[in-house]
């Protein structure tokens, strides 16, 4: 070899190489690119989870603040909260509460009191309900704030009928402290054109009096008697609206879920949740739900770094380019011995085939001419005999030449001898098969048979005009089935004896197909089967 060879060969080395660093980089660079854009998004779904936080932490704060000045004086509950809201403004200064009310106890089956505070409060006759339930005792709603005529539908509702609110109830009268229920249609809904699902959030004011008719039935084993709840019951809409106000705008896609895991209930939903998305955790009171949102920025997040990935990958496969310009000049001079060299063997092995083919076709047609000699009474009848004979042979030559291919299609030899016997193509279309490709021998036995059994159908059978004529071909159990069936014919035919001609092609299926040749006649009916292993000689 050349001693610039090795030269070439080792800049293209380093080329490669070169390539290959530019390639690693630039996926490094990439994943580098598409991590810090989902580390941005995670940090903006945090933002918002603690923006939730922080609200529904004040929400507790305002609750705590009111369940303060009703243990401080709880006979100015009604007019002393409402003065204590309307100085505190929460639906200003933390917007997203329906409001804050007093659920107050009663024993069951007997709403004088809480009654009687909703008359104190508001002025009306306003009935507790439900009017029966299975509970011992009862939470009403003897006041909610600040007034709206949609938020007057709750009142003189007892909480505790529902089974979702009083398990948060109970968790909050158990504890002493904020409690969330869990999914529920707020009470007010009712009066709602919009509706919207809710929660609320319970704290209790346990009684100070130590013994009363009230605190006697409204007392759980093992805890303080209580004797009203503080609530603030919320529109997941409206709240989430309240807490991210035009920022929501810029979320693709937000769930919340009140609780965590598969079975937690969707409280709130906000567009579309995309394969991004980003899930956090938010503290409501005594529970842990989960929020879930995405940003759907798939442009943003995967284009900076695809460019910058198709960037290095443009600049790999330019290193790699010039070693291959450097690869094809070392191996020029290689290619032009080898291509030199492969053509003689390839011109020495087609002398070689073409001898061997045409000493098989001389062979053949020396075999022919033998055959029909013997036959033949005169002159004209071995020219007529031999002519049909080598036709079929040239047919089938023909057709591998014409598709330029190293097979022939069984059907296409069988509808050509049909057609040289007059079948339209009317006719033809019954005749029907599997593809079957035929190797260059297969296809010239297979042209010799079916032009001696039509030679014969024209002359004794089917062909000439009487009796009716049924050609199919078909795979079974690994062999190759050729059927020609003439039925209604003029008489039965003889088949008890064999011509040259058909000794001929029965000894070529034998040997050339390895196959079998079967002749039945019975009730003015002749049947031909040719069977060949579907192997070796078809493609």
Known sequence: MRPSTWADRLMGLLVRFVGLVILLAAIVASAASFLYNQSEEADQASRVAMQVNMRLRDHVAVLEGVRALYQSDPSSSGPGIRAYLSSLQPQIRTPGMEGIGIAAAMPAGIPDLPEAQLRQNYGQDIKVWPAATDQKIGFVVTLVEPYTPRRQVALGFDMYSDPTRRAAMRRAWQTGQPAVSGVVSLA?????????????????????QPVSPLTNIATRPGTRPVEAFIYAPFRAQDMMQAVLGEQINGITGIEVYAGDGPNAQLLYRHGKIGWDAHEQKIRVAD????????????????????????????????????????QRRVGAAQALAEEQARHAEDKELMI???????????????????????????????????????????????????????????GAIIRRELELAGWSAERQAGVTGPEVRLDDDAAQTISLSLHEVVTNSIKYGALSGNGDL???????????????????????????????????????????LKGSWQRTAVDNSLAIVIRWPDNGSTI
């Open 287 to 326: 529970r842990e739900w989960t929020m879930r949102i995405s940003y759907g920025r798939l442009l943003e997040r995967l284009g900076r770094p695809f460019g910058i990935f198709v960037f290095g990958l443009l600049l790999a496969i330019l290193a790699t380019q010039l070693h291959r310009v450097q």
């Open 470 to 512: 049924a050609v199919d071909w078909r795979r079974s159990d690994g062999d190759i089935e050729l059927r020609w069936i003439e039925s209604n014919l003029a008489a039965t035919p003889e088949i008890g004896t064999e011509s040259f001609g058909t000794q001929f092609i029965r000894s070529l299926i034998e040997r050339q």
């Open 188 to 208: 007010q809904e009712r009066a709602a054109t919009h509706k919207q699902k809710g929660f609320l959030i319970y704290i209790p004011v346990y009684t100070r």
């Open 352 to 410: 070689g085939e073409m001898a061997h083919r045409m000493k098989n076709a001389f062979a053949r047609i020396g075999a022919l001419a033998r055959i029909t000699l013997r036959e033949s009474s005169d002159l004209k009848d071995f020219e007529a005999k031999f002519d049909g004979r080598l036709r079929a042979l040239s047919d089938a030559k023909q057709m591998l030449v014409t598709g330029a291919v190293g097979f022939v299609e069984l």
